[in-house]
């Protein structure tokens, strides 16, 4: 076991001991830490650190801490006194915990690997003063999607550079039913996230056009050239409120009503199929809604992954593309 780690983790480990309990020994301390951090501590140690706790003026804690000589314990002459680890309370304790879990997923992009550690050095020291890392109570307490690493996420750092140095970048970009690969220059201006893929929002190299797209997993080559670019003002939030994904169709958005049985109707209400969503009717025979879109393949694709517990009411455009997807697809199963 390694020797003299985690002075922090020990410190947090005593103001638990000492916050929950009348009086504690350093035997006890000691025990608890060794097995908690995995490390081997002694008890000059630990008396060092409730020293340094009580009276060093680098840490600042100073910590109520006495001595009781006939138990030969410690204990904290003030009961409500804790060093409250980086100064969080209970409620910004759990919330970061859920956000680091949820972050969870994105901690393998190497952009992200700077504020993945930075969490769990902080988690590291709030799980020990919660006392949740202890082998009996450690367990599994929130499980996000897990989707595998795409090919392309090794791009982004590159991109983000980029994108803070207002750099033109360069690179080859096959699409999957191309059979040669093209060199696009492009003025960066976004990158976006969707159903698990990365993309790089921005605008081709003298071209009039403000936004193209192009998906980091079939990005070659990348490279940041000396050429600058003037950034645009544009509102990306704007562009992609009435998308159901990546692709903005052209034209004006459209209401698009949709009548539910009333099963699915429950989900709904609780996760909107869309953030224009818009109730209808709901009653016991249908969740009716309404969403302003413009409908592109991500639409179609999310409605039909619906079934039969759905029907589109209006417009007239929208019912007539799902009945020719709808044969086509049935057409695979003659």
């Known amino acids: 076991m390694a020797i003299s780690k985690h002075p922090f983790g020990r410190y947090q480990i005593i103001d638990r001991e000492l916050s929950r309990k009348d009086w504690v020994k350093t035997k006890e301390l000691k025990e608890i830490i060794e097995d908690e951090l995995s490390i081997s501590v002694s008890t000059r140690m630990i008396i060092q650190d409730l020293n340094a706790m009580r009276d060093d003026s680098l840490l600042r804690y100073y910590a109520p801490i006495e001595y009781n000589k006939k138990l030969k314990a410690y204990y904290y002459e003030d009961e409500d006194y804790t060093i409250k680890a980086f100064g969080l309370k209970d409620g910004d304790i759990s919330s970061l915990m859920f956000y680091a879990s949820t972050f969870n997923q994105y901690k393998e992009y190497e952009v992200f690997k700077d504020f993945s550690n930075a969490i769990e050095k902080v988690l590291e020291a709030v799980k020990i003063r919660k006392g949740i890392t202890t082998k009996e109570k450690a367990r599994l307490a929130v499980q996000t999607e897990s989707t595998p690493r795409l090919t392309g996420s090794e791009s982004i750092p590159v991109i983000v550079q980029a994108l803070d140095s207002n750099s033109i970048i360069e690179f080859q970009y096959r699409k999957f039913e191309d059979k040669s690969a093209k060199t696009i220059k492009l003025h960066p201006h976004l990158l976006k996230e969707d159903r698990h893929r990365w993309y790089v929002v921005g605008k081709l190299d003298g071209k009039a056009k403000p936004t193209t797209i192009y998906a980091l997993d079939r990005l070659q080559d990348i490279k940041i050239l000396q050429e600058k670019f003037i950034p645009i003002e544009f509102d990306f939030d704007q562009h992609f409120r009435y998308s159901f994904g990546i692709t903005v169709a052209a034209g004006e958005p459209i209401d698009v009503v949709l009548s539910f049985v009333p099963t ?29 879109v413009k409908p592109a393949y991500e639409f179609y694709e999310k409605i039909l992954g619906y079934g039969d517990r759905v029907k589109v009411i209006s417009p007239e455009s929208v019912i007539d593309e799902l009945k020719k997807r709808i044969e086509t697809l049935a057409a695979v199963y003659r």
């Open 264 to 292: 699915q109707g429950n989900y709904l209400k609780t996760l909107k199929i869309h953030t224009t969503q818009e109730m209808l009717i709901d009653n016991e025979e249908e969740y009716r809604i309404s969403v302003k």
